[in-house]
């Protein structure tokens, strides 16, 4: 009786070992993640095509899609770029209506 009754406890402990280790192993693996990009970058070509007087579809369609928009997203969007000095800025295109009335770098 007392064999059986270690042997029990033997299974169990080896089980719950089992059990551990895989939940651990789970642990040490990270599934992958890519790096968030928000945003596009823009070239010195694009800005140059850039003019007061588009509309808001011509400078998506020129630019893509703002890295952020202020407060309200019709009125304000920023782009990044990297200059040639390999610094990071931003060009802010303010619209008035659905134009673009200022372009600004920073």
Do not use: H
Not at 25 to 41: H, I, S, W
């Amino acid at each position: 009786m007392n064999l059986k009754r270690t042997k029990v406890i033997a299974r169990a402990l080896i089980g719950g070992a089992l059990v551990s280790l895989t939940l651990s192993a789970c642990t040490l693996l990270t599934p992958y993640q890519p790096e968030l990009k928000q945003g596009n970058f823009v070239k010195e070509e694009q800005l140059q095509q850039l003019t007061p007087g588009m509309s808001a579809e011509q400078v998506q369609f020129l630019l893509g899609t703002p890295m952020l928009t202020g407060e309200d997203p019709q009125n304000r969007w920023v782009y990044p770029i990297l200059d040639e000095e390999g610094q990071y800025r931003t060009v802010t295109v303010e619209f008035e209506g659905r134009s673009v009335a200022r372009i600004s770098r920073s």
